[in-house]
């Protein structure tokens, strides 16, 4: 059965009305959802979901005990060599659902490094990622590295340094593009 990766920005608690509605018609079309456990994003789209008296879930978490799992669904726990409570520890999860998942849902405040590295994964892996960009009120489709340094373009210059600095955009973005090249010959 297919599967989405939902995900955001920890810093968004409310959903915009056209991202719930997109989540609706993933439920209607009944695929699998995997959401991790962290407040923001995840704890809300959990919300969502338990009010939708959705069962085709399964909460990702990175240790042994989820943060947030409102519905009380399956629980897939990730190992990581990272310290607890790190970037890196959380990190664990998020890449396992970018694996799972055959496409992604994601809330993007325009500078959350988390989601960004979760778009990165998805366009690794050549899964499509649908991304709602807060900052400009709409959907954006990431089929790739052109549609992904097109999103990167709606970043603050503060924004994108910060995502310099914590996971090295420019040269996660040459590592897809040379990527993706060599795939084309």
Do not use: Y
Request: charged letters at 25%.
């Amino acid at each position: 059965m297919e599967s989405v990766f939902i995900a955001g920005s920890i810093t968004i608690k409310r959903l915009p009305s056209l991202f719930v509605e997109k989540i609706d018609s993933l439920l209607a079309a009944n695929l699998a959802v995997v959401v991790g456990d962290a407040n923001g994003v995840d704890r809300s789209v959990q919300q969502i979901l338990e009010d939708r008296g959705a069962t085709n879930v399964t909460v990702f978490c990175s240790g042994m005990t989820p943060r947030n799992n409102l519905g009380n669904w399956p629980v897939r726990e990730i190992q990581s060599t990272a310290e607890p409570g790190t970037k890196a520890f959380f990190t664990a999860k998020d890449i396992a659902m970018a694996e799972i998942a055959e496409i992604g849902l994601m809330l993007w405040d325009a500078k959350s490094t988390g989601t960004l590295s979760n778009i990165i994964e998805l366009t690794r892996r050549g899964k499509k990622a649908v991304v709602f960009v807060n900052k400009m009120d709409a959907f954006t489709i990431i089929r790739g590295v052109q549609d992904l340094q097109n999103l990167t373009d709606v970043m603050s210059d503060g924004a994108r340094d910060q995502a310099e600095k914590k996971i090295g955009l420019s040269e996660a973005i040459r590592k897809l593009t040379k990527h993706q090249m060599g795939f084309a010959f």
